[in-house]
Nanobody, 123 residues
Framework: QVQLVESGGGAVMAGESLRLACVAH???????????VGWYRQAPGDQRVLVAG???????QYEDSGKDRFTISRLNNRNIIYLQMNDLKVEDTSVYYC??????????????WGRGIQVNVSS
């Protein structure tokens, strides 16, 4: 089992930056087998959509609106996943969710979700 804990959200003004962090907790085997990581966001009444992800094999994916502003990374390919968000816009306001998978051949979204963390961007 893997438990994901997000941090780094909050309220910012448009044009500012945030870095979200996701710490994966679990058994050594479960953590070591994580092979897909991603960040999703879901605003009230909207669908949950992929913001940025790293699929098994290292393929990076970004949504169109964030591909020039957001960067996903995994610290030492281990248990901390970051989402660096620069030049935030009001439309980036949402709840952001960390997601990981740890099964061979899996793809995003993986099995495990964080509880979500709020990001509010004001003009």
């Amino acid at each position: 089992q893997v438990q994901l804990v997000e941090s780094g959200g909050g309220a910012v003004m448009a044009g500012e930056s945030l870095r979200l962090a996701c710490v994966a907790h679990g058994g050594v085997d479960a953590i070591d087998r994580i092979n897909a990581v991603g960040w999703y966001r879901q605003a009230p009444g909207d669908q949950r959509v992929l913001v940025a992800g790293i699929s098994p094999g290292g393929l990076l994916q970004y949504e169109d609106s964030g591909k020039d502003r957001f960067t996903i990374s995994r610290l030492n390919n281990r248990n901390i996943i970051y989402l660096q968000m620069n030049d935030l816009k009001v439309e980036d306001t949402s709840v952001y969710y960390c997601n990981v998978g740890n099964q061979r051949g899996s793809s995003l979204p993986g099995r495990y979700w964080g509880r979500g963390i709020q990001v509010n961007v004001s003009s």
